[in-house]
């Protein structure tokens, strides 16, 4: 885990999105049909992962506190357990220190799954490559 804080993480594939709501982050794996909500200091913690720096940079920039980094570090394993989060290919960036213009608030995740059917049955999804609302040809169908 110590390893992991000094890692680069980018969203583990094109089905993790993400969205800023200002006070909470949602991100959703399309993938799974389970969505996240993210609040206290955890949005502004899954904005720089997701642009690449590493949990310890991060807990610098908050004034690098050893508990902040164990808070910072405790939201990444969460993180990486839901699969949101992959090792990025390209190393972290240096860390910017100071210039959170914000202060540490314990980070939130809460996790939902109450609405999984919906995202998993979305007909969107299942269609040929000549797009909605045509559906893909069965095998032996006409066509």
């Known amino acids: 885990m110590d390893q992991d804080l000094d890692t680069a993480f980018c969203p583990a594939g094109t089905g993790i999105i993400f969205r800023d709501f ?7 794996n399309l993938d799974t049909g389970i969505f996240f909500s993210l609040g ?10 997701a642009e690449g720096h590493s949990a310890r940079g991060i807990a610098t920039a908050f004034g690098g506190d050893p508990g902040i980094l164990a808070s910072i570090g405790g939201l990444l394993g969460q993180l990486r357990a ?12 240096a860390p910017a220190a100071g210039v959170a213009p914000w202060a540490f608030v314990t980070p939130l ?10 995202l998993l049955v979305d007909p969107i999804h299942e269609v040929s490559e000549a797009g909605w609302p045509l559906a ?5 169908g006409a066509g």
């Open 109 to 118: 995740l809460e996790r939902f799954d109450d609405l999984q059917g919906l």
């Open 40 to 49: 206290g200091s955890a949005p502004a913690i899954w904005a720089a992962l």
């Open 82 to 93: 839901e699969a949101l989060l992959t090792p990025a290919a390209s190393p972290a960036p």
């Open 22 to 28: 200002g006070d909470e982050m949602v991100v959703a």
């Open 136 to 140: 893909p040809q069965t095998l032996g």
